[in-house]
């Protein structure tokens, strides 16, 4: 319920209201969205690199597909996940929880490689470990099971 109204949405009285969205969510799918934002500028941005390097030296670009296409399904997928959050069950929270605990497993990998594996997740890997890391420990809070298994 609204805190401000008990039984009103929007100064209509008798009109229930639901539940509102906990702050800690709107807070994961802020960053989801901000991730997305991310994977999907710098899929773009490798892939005008990579065109332009397999042009040049005559390449493989089934190389340069396929980090495209990890870059743009990972950024469509955190999106995806983000615009679910407000009516999704229990499958957006576990698959959301999967996502963040890949992502902490490629930039803890891409920091042990010293490599710009990273890249596939965020275009850095401290920004992906942080970032991962919140969602996944906001995801896992008793506010988060309340949230996604309330009625509908």
Known sequence: ???????????????????????????????????????LTVGVLVASLLAGIVANAGGSIADAVAIVSVLLGLGALSIILGTKFATGGGGVRVTTIVYASL????????????????????GGPVIGLACGGIILALMVTAQAG????RPR
């Not at 309340?146 to 298994?149: K, L, M, Q, R, T």
């Open 1 to 39: 319920m609204r805190s401000g109204a008990p039984n009103s949405s929007y100064g209509y009285p008798g009109h229930p209201t639901g539940m509102d969205m906990p702050g800690l969510m709107r807070g994961a799918r802020v960053l989801l969205f901000v991730m997305g934002g991310m994977q």
């Open 103 to 122: 992502m902490i497993v490629a930039c803890l990998g891409s920091l042990g490689l010293g490599d710009g594996f990273g890249l596939i997740f965020t």
């Open 146 to 149: 309340a949230w996604f298994n």
